[in-house]
């Protein structure tokens, strides 16, 4: 018998409010993804919704989060 090891995934925060923006202005939120599993975690891409947008300071895709570990942007 065995135990499985998987990767798995948190996201911090799940969701972002970024408030009120001035016009010309920008606003950022600081993301981070934790690797709660026991299995190192790769991360294919980020995708970004919306216009206006963007992922800075984000390790260029694929890159790798190993079990306990953070990665922020």
């Given amino acids: 018998t065995g135990k499985g090891v998987a990767p798995s995934i948190s996201l911090n925060p799940t969701a ?4 009120t923006v001035p016009v010309n ?15 190192v975690l790769t991360v294919n891409s980020i995708l970004i919704n919306g216009q206006g947008f963007q992922a800075s300071g ?5 890159f790798q989060v190993q079990p306990g570990s953070t990665q922020s942007f």
């Fill in 58 to 62: 984000a390790p260029g895709t694929p």
């Fill in 25 to 39: 202005q920008t606003g950022t939120q600081p993301v981070s993804i934790t690797n709660t599993g026991g299995a």
């Fill in 16 to 19: 972002i409010n970024f408030g």
